[in-house]
């Protein structure tokens, strides 16, 4: 697959008009040739058992994930698959489908491979996108359900939001993660409290047996985080996303001072919050690494670092389809390279 060729076209594109494009193409291959992708599929999957976990009563295939915000209405579930994902995440859905904020608001930074989003929870709502994974779940990939609040919902109703989503989707998915960390929704970060926390978890409790994680921002005192991750942890949240899009516009060389960044500009942020939240919450939740993971390198320096899973997004936007299938394979070298048979020796190690 030649995938300069046609990002050099895709990025002619206003990158949300890109982002349809690929989605369309995607769902008609799945419609039209689903040969072509059985083809795909042959080239993009790493099939090795020295990268599969079974964890929190889930199989997963590889370490590599699909982040939330790529797929966020279930349309290209099955095509994803055939990319070589392990797992895959879609939404961030709300209960009320919403049109989220207003346009532009996402932008390449194309030397820096980089994306900065102000998107704002854009979905279909909970009624057309259940309505789409009743026709394909249970799945073949563990899916996890992004959940947020809708726009209008004030915090004091949030909680509202988040239990409505869990009673519709505990039977359309394999687990379920909490947004409350992404920057594009006015307010949403106030909800990263252990009393908001412990309130979710306690009426989700009830409701699901699912695993339920929480992703959290890169933005956030290190100390902040631990105490509110270590919160949750005792409230029944079984697994941490480190972390979400970053505010950190001094990495910036633009004059926009909204929205989240994702992609390589953050990739020493996060992996050094990642690096010391590990120090303290690894073995207590299984931990998820997330921000700038652009190859199988800084896969590795996180799963070494504490983490079972990662989750990418932007690279897949400026690398291409085969980006799963290069991490993959370099993962397998690296674990060779260290003598580990199998990716669970790797997790944690330089913490052991």
């Known amino acids: 697959m030649n995938y300069d060729y046609f990002k050099k076209a895709l990025f002619l594109l206003d990158p949300e008009k890109a982002h349809k494009l690929v989605e369309f193409s995607l769902r008609a291959l799945n419609f039209t040739a689903p040969g072509a992708l059985n083809l795909i599929a042959k080239e993009c999957i790493v099939n090795d058992e020295s990268l599969r976990q079974d964890l929190l009563n889930l199989h997963f295939f590889n370490p590599v994930g699909l982040a939330g915000g790529f797929d966020k209405n279930a349309t290209i579930i099955r095509p994803l698959c055939a990319l070589g994902y392990g797992f895959l995440e879609f939404g961030t859905l709300t209960p009320k489908a919403q049109k989220g904020n207003d346009k532009p608001r996402l932008f390449r930074l194309v030397e820096q491979e980089s994306i900065q989003n102000a998107m704002g929870f854009n979905n279909e709502g909970k009624d057309k996108i259940a309505s789409r994974l009743g026709k394909i779940y249970p799945f073949v990939l563990p899916l996890g359900a992004n959940i947020g609040k809708n726009k209008l919902t004030t915090n004091e109703n949030a909680i509202n939001d988040y239990i409505t989503l869990i009673?519709?989707?505990?039977?359309?998915?394999?687990?379920?993660?909490?947004?409350?960390?992404?920057?594009?929704?006015?307010?949403?970060?106030?909800?990263?409290?252990?009393?908001?926390?412990?309130?979710?978890?306690?009426?989700?409790?009830?409701?699901?047996?699912?695993?339920?994680?929480?992703?959290?921002?890169?933005?956030?005192?290190?100390?902040?985080?631990?105490?509110?991750?270590?919160?949750?942890?005792?409230?029944?949240?079984?697994?941490?996303?480190?972390?979400?899009?970053?505010?950190?516009?001094?990495?910036?060389?633009?004059?926009?001072?909204?929205?989240?960044?994702?992609?390589?500009?953050?990739?020493?942020?996060?992996?050094?919050?990642?690096?010391?939240?590990?120090?303290?919450?690894?073995?207590?939740?299984?931990?998820?690494?997330?921000?700038?993971?652009?190859?199988?390198?800084?896969?590795?320096?996180?799963?070494?670092?504490?983490?079972?899973?990662?989750?990418?997004?932007?690279?897949?936007?400026?690398?291409?389809?085969?980006?799963?299938?290069?991490?993959?394979?370099?993962?397998?070298?690296?674990?060779?390279?260290?003598?580990?048979?199998?990716?669970?020796?790797?997790?944690?190690?330089?913490?052991?």
């Not at 687990?175 to 989700?204: C, H, V, W």
């Not at 959290?216 to 697994?239: F, Q, R, T, W, Y």
Request: aromatic share 8%.
């Open 167 to 352: 009673k519709e989707f505990d039977s359309l998915s394999d687990y379920f993660t909490i947004n409350i960390s992404s920057p594009n929704t006015k307010g949403l970060r106030d909800l990263q409290s252990k009393k908001f926390i412990s309130s979710l978890m306690k009426e989700a409790k009830r409701l699901t047996k699912k695993p339920i994680w929480l992703k959290i921002s890169p933005d956030m005192p290190v100390n902040s985080a631990i105490s509110l991750c270590e919160d949750a942890i005792n409230a029944g949240i079984k697994a941490i996303i480190i972390a979400n899009t970053s505010t950190d516009y001094s990495l910036l060389d633009n004059n926009r001072t909204f929205g989240g960044i994702s992609g390589r500009l953050i990739s020493e942020k996060s992996g050094l919050f990642f690096k010391e939240l590990a120090q303290k919450l690894f073995g207590k939740a299984l931990l998820v690494a997330s921000g700038g993971i652009d190859s199988a390198e800084l896969a590795y320096e996180r799963i070494k670092n504490g983490a079972n899973l990662v989750q990418i997004y932007t690279a897949f936007i400026f690398k291409g389809p085969t980006t799963v299938r290069d991490i993959n394979r370099g993962l397998l070298e690296l674990l060779k390279k260290d003598g580990f048979l199998h990716i669970s020796e790797a997790v944690g190690a330089n913490l052991k």
